[in-house]
Nanobody, 115 residues
Framework: QPQLVESGGGLVQPGGSLRLSCAAS????????WKWYRQAPGKEREFVAL???????VYADSVKGRFTISRDNAKNTAYLQMNSLKPEDTAVYYC?????????WGQGTQVTVSS
């Protein structure tokens, strides 16, 4: 059974919005930092955003002002709200949950922004 399960990807037009979700099972323990990454065809995996236990957020320059990361500790879930999407946002998006022992990764969800 996957320990991080992603959902919310899809096909949208430029300027559209999507919200990605990443739900963690309780078995992985207390999550310190949530992160989102993405990987476009032919490109290296790219950091997108993170949120700490104190709710501090960090964003890649390419998504600042358009994406918002959040977390719901009671639901053991992280989110990535993506607005004003551009064709260059097309990628497979991966969530990452950092615990004391090791990082955990979601299975990836495809986001496609048409030209």
């Amino acid at each position: 059974q996957p320990q991080l399960v992603e959902s919310g990807g899809g096909l949208v037009q430029p300027g559209g919005s999507l919200r990605l979700s990443c739900a963690a099972s309780g078995s992985i323990g207390s999550i310190n930092v949530w992160k989102w990454y993405r990987q476009a065809p032919g490109k290296e995996r790219e950091f997108v955003a993170l949120i700490t236990g104190s709710a501090t957020t960090v964003y890649a320059d390419s998504v600042k002002g358009r994406f918002t990361i959040s977390r719901d500790n009671a639901k053991n879930t992280a989110y990535l709200q993506m607005n004003s999407l551009k064709p260059e946002d097309t990628a497979v998006y991966y969530c990452n949950a950092q615990v004391l022992t090791r990082p955990y990764w979601g299975q990836g969800t495809q986001v496609t922004v048409s030209s």
